[in-house]
């Protein structure tokens, strides 16, 4: 399957439907498997890493794909977005020029948190219908897999700044 392709179709689609000026790239170094640019208003994917991960999950790779990227276009379609990212860029900033701090620290994650949500709920609505179940199964296994990520990330920034 070209997933470049149909990813590419995917954002023709909805640029016309919702008068959006999304791009779209196919980029196999990046490390996630889809990355929303807000510079740039693009959308990436790893093709490579898509297909690891729907496979894993056995579901089908067009179906996750459709669905990942409908949760990139909920990130373009997030008014809170550019407010969010100024805060989490401020929380990193006084982290690390005053050391860890938890409270700094959680209110950093919430940030994170708070914008993956809102891309889930923004994609609940251009998903079609019939992909509900299994867009409801990708959202809470997402959403606890960034939970995790995000309590690790901070584990992390607490060793790299503690003094
Ligand atoms: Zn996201």
């Not at 020029?97 to 993956?116: S, V």
């Not at 891309?119 to 995790?148: M, R």
Request: proline share 1%; glycine share 2%.
């Amino acid at each position: 399957m070209d997933l470049a392709n149909f990813g590419n179709e995917l954002i023709s689609k909805i640029n016309a439907e919702l008068r959006m000026k999304l791009k779209f790239r196919s980029d196999s170094t990046i490390e996630h498997t889809a990355f929303y640019v807000s510079s740039e208003e693009c959308i990436e994917v790893n093709e490579g890493l898509l297909e690891e991960e729907a496979r894993a999950k056995n579901i089908n790779l067009k179906d996750y794909t459709y669905i990942i990227i409908s949760h990139e276009i909920g990130h373009a379609l997030d008014k809170q977005l550019p407010k969010i990212d100024t805060k989490i860029q401020r929380f990193e900033r006084i982290l690390k020029t005053q050391g860890y701090k938890e409270e700094i620290a959680n209110r950093l994650m919430m940030c994170k948190l708070e914008a993956e949500q809102n891309a889930w709920n923004h994609a609940e609505n251009i998903v079609t219908p019939k992909f509900n179940l299994l867009f409801n199964q990708i959202k809470s296994e997402s959403l606890k897999k960034s939970k995790e990520n995000f309590k690790l990330e901070k584990q992390l920034l607490k060793l790299k700044l503690k003094r």
